[in-house]
Structures are given as structure tokens and as C-alpha cells.
């Protein structure tokens, strides 16, 4: 078959590392779903393609003292069978269960969807609620940025020319913890969100100590936190007024754009006082905010 491009499908991270570091226009392959869209369509024309799909050693997911690891390889049809992103992380074994469809859920990986860091991403508002951070390799080393400085903007990342992202950490929470991962469509099937949403919630039976953090997708060019927010519902009894205050907070720091194709700035600002109840009542069961 012929390629307008060359292909390299390297079988360790050291000769991936070595070839990427030594052309400027190579662009790594991973599922493809959204690469080989953007190649079919023009949008980008590469030199060379790396595919990193023979390297195992990206597609674990493991427990370590610290941190959950997983491999920036791993599908997402790996991530929602992992029996380690159960309990207090299942909101991004949710999220990857529900995005697309099966087949593309057995290409797509997270490395891939963090990434292209498309506003609706599905992983995206999960791993800023988990503190997750990125692991990013090249041959002069490595290093870990957290996955709220790593994502600047749609298809903008911090990653340079010679790196890979080889790994996501999320840290290993004790305290007593829960998070919900919600997201809105335009139909039934397959559609990336119109508006999504993630809460993550630790100490949550302790008033006095809960933390609470809340990320929101399309509403901002990257993942949003609302940390006026966060802090105002952290150590208060959660009332309507207080939901109110919150929603009204949130919608002076947003300005969702007038040109998505997916939904409008008010369905979006109306969402968000849907997705606040929602999503603390589902981690703290019933709120009194009527
Ligand atoms: C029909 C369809 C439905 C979809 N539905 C959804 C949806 O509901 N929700 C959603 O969020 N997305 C959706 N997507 C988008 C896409 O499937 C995801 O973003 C997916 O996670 C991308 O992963 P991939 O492995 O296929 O990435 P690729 O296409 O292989 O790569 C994407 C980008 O990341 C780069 N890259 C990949 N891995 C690495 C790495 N380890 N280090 C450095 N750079 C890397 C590539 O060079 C490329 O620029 C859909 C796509 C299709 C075609």
C-alpha cells in the first residue's frame, strides 16, 4: 500500500524516544482515531508516522504506593475493565465506558484523548479532579507536569516535538472519597459531549474536612475549575442559596464560545447548576436544596 508518508512502528520506548528527537515532523500514531482523521482530511500532512503500538511497556495500568499508574497507551475499553479504577475512580472508568462507540473504545487511548485535548474530551475533567499528572519522556529525560498545566487549549498541550506522554499518574487517595463524571450530547449514539462535567469529593461525611474539586468541559478553551466555588461549597452546609450563589459565580467566569456546533452558551450555563445538584447529591446523597 502506498503511504504519502514514512512509517516507523518501533519496538521500544528508547528507539521511539531516538526517532521522534530526531524528526521534527513526526507524529505519533496511537489508536488513530483522531489522527488518521486529521491525515484523511488534510489538516495534517506528516513526514513520518510512529506508531507506538508495539510498545508494551505503555499499555499497563498498575497500582504503586503513590499513585494508580496508567500507560498513555492504554485503551479505553482497558480503562472502564481495570478492576483498579473502581470505587473512588470509577468516574474515569465512566467516562471512558461511555465514549464513542465500542470499536472506537477499543483504539482509542487516553494518551491520545489527553492529547488532542478536544474541549469535550471525555478523560480530560475526570483526571483534573483525580490531581492527575502527565509523564512526558524524550531522550534528554523526563518530566511530570500536572494535567491542569499540561492542557493550554483545543489540540494544545504542553508537550514538545521530542517528547512522548508515557504515563498518567493519579494519586492514591485514603480519605474517604467519591466522583461523578456527567456529560450531554446533542443525540442518542455517538457525538463527542455538547457539556460535561466532573466532581470528586474526599472527607465527604466530614464537613469540617471535605475537599471538594469540580472541573467543566466546552465551557472554557480547557478543562474549568471553579475554585471560588470549590472552596465556598468545601466547609458549608449545601443549600440552595449556596447553589444559587455558586452557579451565578460560575457564569461570570465563563464565556462559552457562540460558534460550537454543539450547543449554545445558555444550554451551557444552564447546565451547570443541573450538573452541581446532580452530581453532589449522587456523592453525598440527598442535599436539601430545594
Ligand atoms: C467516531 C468517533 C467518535 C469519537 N467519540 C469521542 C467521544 O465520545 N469522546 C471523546 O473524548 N473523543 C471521541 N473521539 C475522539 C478520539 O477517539 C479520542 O480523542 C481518542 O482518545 C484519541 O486516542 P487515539 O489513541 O485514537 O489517538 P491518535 O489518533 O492515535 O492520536 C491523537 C493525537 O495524539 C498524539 N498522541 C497519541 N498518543 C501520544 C503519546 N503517547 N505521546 C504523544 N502524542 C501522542 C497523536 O500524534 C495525535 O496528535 C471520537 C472519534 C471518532 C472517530
Known sequence: MFLPFDYQSPKSLKECLKLISENENAHILAGGTDLIVNIRSGKIIPQLVVDIKNISELSDIKKTDNYIEIGSLTTMNQITKSSLLKGAYYLLSYAASIMGCYEIRNRATIGGNIINASPGAETLNPLVVL????????????RILSIEEFVC?????????????????????????????????????????????????????????????????TVTPKPYRPIKVEQLLENNKITKNLILESVKIINSEINPRTTSLRASPEYKKFMIEYFLVEGLKKILGEINVN
Open 153 to 217: 487549549g483545543p489540540n494544545k498541550t504542553e508537550i514538545k516535538k521530542n517528547e512522548l506522554l508515557t504515563k498518567i499518574l493519579i494519586p492514591i487517595v485514603n480519605e474517604e472519597a467519591d466522583g461523578v463524571y456527567m456529560r450531554r450530547q446533542r443525540v442518542k449514539g455517538m457525538d463527542l459531549a455538547s457539556v460535561n462535567c466532573a466532581i470528586f469529593i474526599t472527607n465527604k461525611s466530614d464537613i469540617k474536612k471535605r475537599k471538594i474539586k469540580i472541573s467543566f468541559g
Open 131 to 142: 490531581s492527575a499528572k502527565v509523564v512526558l519522556e524524550s531522550t534528554s529525560g523526563q
